[in-house]
């Protein structure tokens, strides 16, 4: 996540220490064979982030082993290396920030002019989305913060819809890893979709934030889905492993994306407390539904 500071700087530290830790014996492992067969109802994604040191050319050859399609969250100067490995970045990061985003009018002409230059440019390598945020409250109304995003969003709507590139807009959690953060609860993102009024605007759906903030995760996207154009993993509590350690069910919650026709992108965004890519191998057993 672009410039984000609990992505990019509190964690950091423990997912660099897990990463080399174990990348070099679950890298050898992963690119001995073809690579995996799944069964393509889910496309499956990856936040590099989340794997600290691992070279980025070296992760996504494990990636390929995998049967992943895409490696996320990066900046424009990692799109060549993906592309060169047959991947794709699915969510591709902008120049807001968590605490910088589209709530604030006086944000607009900045982040609109950033948007309006960095849309053509993730449609030149044919990757499917830009992500973007609300910002924090600090003391805004709700209605009065989703009033000026649907302003400001709209004036990227007919640059991403020209490109055929999604904004995507970020559900986080307020409770424990953003505090303040606006787009908190589903409900509020809907309405500024709704409001905004155009397919190249979407959420995404972090199921990990969202169960700390609302649970209900089945139920959200079975009503949801529409509004959703892309969607994370993560386990709670923590934010680590996405098996029996926590108390999602990643295996129903896959399902449910399936039934509901989606064809989009899932990201594994969970940081590994054991071998990295072990784990991440693991996850993408578990979500291959």
Known sequence: MSKNISRRSALRNMASAAALAGAAPALLHAADGS???LKGNIHHSVSKWCYGKIPL???CKACVQMGIESVELLDAKDWPTVKKHGLVCAMCNGKDRIDYGFNRVEHHDDLVAKFEADIPKVAEFNFPNIIC???NRGGMSDEQGMENCVKGLK???STAEKHKVTVVLELLNSKVNHKDYMADHSAWGIEVCKRVGSERLKLLYDIYHMQIMEGDIIRTIQQGNQYFGHYHTGGNPGRNEIDDTQELNYKAIMKAIVATGYKGYVGQEFIPKRDPLAS??????????
């Open 133 to 135: 945020f609300s910002g």
């Open 155 to 157: 004036r990227l709507m």
């Open 35 to 37: 690579p995996a067969k």
């Open 280 to 289: 991440l191998r693991q996850s993408i057993e578990i979500c291959d539904v």
């Open 57 to 59: 050319e070296d992760f």
